[in-house]
């Protein structure tokens, strides 16, 4: 039985920097806070925890004071920093790039008085950070049906959160269009100007990797996707993956393989989020040669 990792899985580079900025801390201080799991990954998580990572909620900035604080990849709304300079916390901001240039197109359309929508799942820590850059007044949607949140009479921009999948982007952002034209052929606004953008700031490594993943999965018997059971990004690529091979199995961790999986499987393909380490991978790769 061959067993291939997928060359093109694996941490993207914004969690390689939000990584790489906590072990630079823990190497110099042997101790660091985290705001949130640092990712969706428990692995990884206990991987840092070693070096003296611990994860922290914000009901808990109050109670630090012996270390500094990561801001991870997701990023925070406003008023995390705000909180945080008012208790007298060091931060260490480690939001990816791509998340802090969405949040900052978001605040100018806010501040220009539109409505705010955000393709993503409510209760996602990016969304939530996104959120606060509009006071809390952006709408969330997940899908088509959602659109009735939003008052189509208003200057509209719909914007989405990094990991989400790019057909259901386009989906609802042509619905939007639809049924704001549909309203001003009946003359419903007839002396407004309705003014609709959609920003589809979804990240290239997460929407770039869909083409290729399909085409590894078609390629081998068996599909392994590895990756952590809060992952935004997790679910949407392990659901690319099954579409395109069946026996496609979810695992966080080498013990939860199953021997039966593989029979009569001669080539087995071993794939991940961009929250999964390549160690890992490479890892169950290890078991699975010997299974």
């Known amino acids: 039985m061959i067993v291939h990792v997928d060359k093109f899985s694996g941490f993207c580079w914004g969690v390689v920097r939000t990584v790489d900025i906590a072990e630079e801390e823990l190497a110099a201080s042997q101790k660091l806070y985290s705001l949130g799991e640092i990712i969706h990954n428990p692995v990884e998580i206990e991987r840092l925890e070693a070096k003296g990572l611990r994860t922290i909620r914000h009901s808990d900035l109050e109670t630090i004071r012996d270390a500094k604080v990561l801001i991870r990849a997701h990023g925070e709304p406003p008023e995390t920093y705000r909180r945080a300079k008012e208790l007298g916390i060091e931060l260490i901001d480690a939001t990816c790039p791509v998340v802090t240039k969405v949040q900052e197109r978001i605040r100018k359309y806010y501040d220009k008085g539109f409505q705010i929508a955000i393709f993503g799942k409510k209760d996602h820590a990016e969304v939530i950070g996104l959120v606060g850059h509009t006071a809390n007044t952006a709408i969330v949607i997940k899908s088509v049906d959602e659109i009735e949140k939003l008052d189509l009479a208003k200057n509209t921009v719909l914007f989405a959160q990094s ?9 609802i952002r042509d619905e939007i269009q639809k049924r704001i034209k549909a309203e001003f052929d009946v003359g419903t ?27 590894f999965s078609r390629g081998n018997d068996v599909m392994i996707f590895v990756a952590g059971k809060m992952s935004s990004n997790g679910k949407v690529l392990f659901d690319i993956a099954q579409s395109e091979n069946p026996r496609t199995f979810f695992i966080e961790s080498g013990d939860e393989l199953k021997r ?31 299974i």
Do not use: N
Request: aromatic share 10%.
């Open 189 to 215: 606004f007839e002396e407004m100007a309705v003014d609709f953008h959609a920003k589809e700031t979804i990240c290239g490594q997460v929407s770039g990797r869909e083409t290729r993943l399909r085409e």
């Open 260 to 290: 039966e999986w593989f029979e009569g499987a001669e080539t087995v393909g071993i794939s991940g989020a961009t929250s999964t380490p390549q160690w890992l991978m490479e890892q169950i790769k290890t078991v699975i040669e010997k």
């Open 163 to 171: 990991t989400m999948d790019k057909g259901t982007f386009y989906s």
